[in-house]
């Protein structure tokens, strides 16, 4: 009789695992998925109740024929993939693989790879969960509705190689909402007016004019301003009021998942897909010595708060021996989670605050490090006293008017002593002007008057941080999708990060423009959420899968055959605009989209074949962008023949050209060139800051480099795919086809060269 088998996702736990269970169990990893819909079919039979039509995942021989090798004749199988819906699929999946006559499965729930919690999740083994697999399953039913039969729409109205998709386009809505209002928005003048003041012992420190007369004052502009200084000229600043109090503020619980991603993408500059690739890292176990793998952090996707009494206690033991009773809790402190949070996972926390940074950052790289510190920090904070800031306010009138001046102070940091946010650390700079000890109705001495022209400002883009908090906080996706959302959206060209601020791309605001004209609801953010809390609801049993699918698909196949008669054509008949052909001087321009990209043509074509590249300024306006007339010199020298280059204009835009042709024929793009479009993978070269992006060789092939050439080389023919690996954790893998097994995502580590099919990804968004 063959043991036992625990069957694992990854194949870097399979070392920790059996570690712990020592000989009385094989352990085999599944890579992932192994089971997925077909890639180039719909794959779910609408008529037969949403019926999803799985296939083995093409090059996933090798991997089911170890499964069933490792399994022998065992009765018992223990499934223990990740605790998570993605997870629960994967066992169900493999169950469906390895079943056999007389066979007994188990749902296995490794939270933490640590030998207790191991050990102790053995003992815990229970039925497979229909109910969370309903979930999982009825999302990828939808995404797939939504993204099989919305895309090929984009395909024909707008341009090959489009992809809409049932989060991923609410995402790229929101950006796009948020940069139309800012180009809407209208900056609106005003003046503050502030004194510098000097009491009787220092500091210094400076006051804001408030109020005249008791009643809140505005400064729409400099007559204003000047008209309360002419009245302060001769007024004696005086000490009406002094407000002293003492604040208690209570650290912040341990991290869930969106946090944490917001959190490292502030603090550490992390990407939210970096700090789930590292925190992977974390949580599937780190040599601590020879032969001593252990899971450093508990499982990393959750929205729950929820910690263990026991490592609470720990916690609270550790404060006393370092920071001494004061700075302890005499009991835990538990948090409160938000009503639709899943308490299946414990918050993200340290395995043991044993395990400090200081003792376990020789055996970390510097990215694993300062996650780890980040985890580790934030969760002993969690259990440590409240800090105590002191908060004195002046006012001070000056004839009618009222300055005021704020100032703050730590009179004892209890859990600031370990850990601060990012928004408080940002909040106590605005807020640390430190004031003197002054009496009421002592008078000051006026050091200097300031006034100053400002302007209203309008919304801010979003950062990789705050657009993961505009999604929490709406609703939309779920923590564990975060990532895949913000890589997908770069990686088809809708929106760029520039300066570490999204903002929509052309192509971004002509597909969001398309898809809300067709489908208002479908890509509505209350509607999205209400979707998730659905979901939630099949995981909790409260609803069944095919009345959520039905209420569904009813209403959108609809709006998709109205789309497919509807829907504009940029492609044909083009987007319109409020501009006048200035050739034919009648006809109103309009946007159309060809195989280079999108432009604007005279709606008069064929009788007027005018056409003009455009550009949008801050304001959303549209203007054709005026072609290179002739040949403009530049300072540059050709590198080929030393010859001077000029500026010249062709199907891609502007580009330099060596004057030394048709001898000589080097050009460079100005531009990026048509293909120059990002992949979502940073620049694999060491102390480079670059992207790889696709470009094309001179001969027209494409092929892949970073973004700061000429500063950084960094090129491959091979296409890279912003999934890391999950044999060794290579930050990328790169794609490749081959006839015997099609197109497979391969590691580009020598001393690894994984390789997976691209359905293997561990994403639980593929359409999103």
């Known amino acids: 009789m063959s043991k036992p088998l625990v069957v694992v996702e990854s194949p870097t736990k399979v070392r920790t695992i059996k570690k712990y269970l020592g000989d009385d169990y094989n352990v085999a990893a599944t890579v992932g ?80 790879l640590t030998k207790k919690a191991i050990l102790e999740a053995m003992t815990k083994a229970q039925d497979m969960n229909r109910d969370k697999y309903e979930a999982q399953q009825t999302r990828r039913i939808l995404d797939r509705l939504v993204g099989y039969q919305i895309s ?71 007559a204003a301003a000047k008209a309360v200084l002419k009245d302060l000229e001769s007024a004696q600043f005086v ?63 959750t929205d729950s708060t929820r910690i263990a009494d026991e490592a609470a206690q720990e916690a609270l033991a550790l404060i006393n021996q370092r920071f001494g009773k004061a700075y302890a809790m005499d009991r835990p402190r538990f948090f409160k989670n938000k009503n639709k949070a899943q308490d299946a996972h414990e918050a993200i926390r340290p395995t043991s605050v044993h395990h400090t940074p200081d003792q376990v950052k020789r055996y970390l790289s510097k990215d694993q490090l300062a996650l ?27 004839g009618d008017y009222t300055f005021t001046a704020s100032g703050s102070s730590v009179k004892f940091p209890g859990f600031l002593a370990v850990y601060q946010s990012a928004d408080d650390e940002a909040e106590s700079s605005r807020k640390s002007q430190p004031l003197p000890e002054l009496a009421e109705k002592s008078q ?22 705050s657009l993961v908090k505009e999604l929490e906080e709406n609703g939309i996706g779920r923590p564990s999708t975060y990532a895949a959302i913000l890589s997908t959206i770069r990686g088809k060209g809708y929106v760029e990060l520039i300066n570490r601020y999204f903002r929509p791309t052309e192509l971004g605001f002509i597909v969001n423009d398309l898809l809300i004209a ?8 209350e509607f999205t959420a209400r979707l998730e809390t659905d979901l939630d609801r099949v995981e909790q049993s409260e609803v069944e899968a095919l009345t959520i699918l039905n209420q569904f698909y009813g209403p959108f196949s609809r709006k998709l055959a109205e789309a497919g008669e509807s829907m504009l054509s940029v492609k044909g008949v083009g987007m319109p605009t409020d501009l006048t052909c200035p050739l034919c001087q009648k006809n109103a321009l309009r946007i159309k989209m060809g195989k280079n990209g999108h432009f ?13 590249d455009y550009e949008r300024d801050e304001k959303g306006v549209i203007a054709p962008v005026a072609p290179v007339q002739q040949s403009e010199a530049t300072d540059k020298v050709c590198e080929l023949c030393g010859k001077p280059m000029v500026v010249k204009r062709g199907r891609y835009g502007d580009f330099l050209a060596c004057t030394g042709y048709p001898e000589c024929k080097h050009t460079q793009s100005l531009n990026g060139g048509p293909n120059a479009k990002p992949t979502g993978v940073s620049c694999p070269e060491k102390g480079c800051d670059g992207e790889v992006v696709e470009k094309s060789s001179k001969r027209g092939k494409i092929f892949y480099g970073c973004n700061q050439y000429p500063k950084c080389s960094f090129a491959t023919w091979d296409k890279p795919v912003a999934i890391p690996c999950p044999a060794c954790g290579n930050a990328y893998m790169v794609e490749k086809t081959t006839k015997r097994d099609g197109t497979v995502h391969v590691c580009p580590n020598r001393d690894c060269k994984h390789r997976q099919a691209p359905s293997e990804a561990r994403n639980p968004q593929t359409e999103d």
Not at 51 to 61: R, S, W
């Open 33 to 112: 998925h192994i089971k997925d819909l077909p890639s180039k079919d719909l794959g779910i039979d609408i008529e037969n109740d949403f019926t999803p039509q799985y296939k083995t995942i093409p090059g996933k021989t090798k991997v089911l024929s170890q499964l069933k090798s490792a399994a022998g004749d065992a009765t018992d199988i223990y499934l223990a993939t990740d605790p998570d819906r993605e997870g629960e699929a994967i066992a169900w999946h493999t169950s469906e693989v390895l079943k056999k006559k007389g066979r007994n499965f188990h749902r296995v729930l490794f939270h933490e």
């Open 518 to 525: 067709s489908f208002p609801e479908i890509f509505d953010v």
């Open 444 to 465: 000051l001495e006026l050091l200097g008057i300031d006034p100053k022209q400002h302007f209203t400002q309008p919304p801010p883009r979003f950062s990789e941080a």
């Open 239 to 301: 000490v009406d009021k002094v407000v002293k109090r003492t604040t208690r503020r209570n650290p912040l619980p341990p991290f869930i998942t969106s946090k944490l991603q917001q959190e490292s993408i502030q603090k550490l500059r992390f990407s939210a897909k970096k700090t789930m690739m590292v925190a992977q890292q974390l949580y599937e176990g780190i040599d601590l010595g020879p032969g001593e793998p252990v899971g450093l952090i508990t499982y990393m996707r």
């Open 372 to 398: 780890y510190t980040l985890i580790w920090q934030r969760f002993v904070a969690s259990q440590m006293a409240q800090a105590l800031i002191d908060q004195k306010t002046l006012s001070i009138a000056a």
């Open 600 to 612: 604007l043509a005279c709606s008069g074509y064929p009788e007027c074949t005018y056409s003009s």
């Open 152 to 222: 090929p729409l984009l395909w024909r109205k707008v341009k090959g190689g489009l992809s809409a998709g049932r989060v991923q386009s609410v995402a790229v809505r929101i950006i796009c909402d948020r940069e139309r209002a800012i180009q809407a928005f209208t900056p609106v003048e005003y003046w503050s007016i502030t004194a510098n003041l000097k009491g009787v012992a220092p500091p210094a420190f400076a006051a804001k004019l408030v109020r005249k007369n008791g009643e809140k004052i505005e400064l729409p502009d400099e």
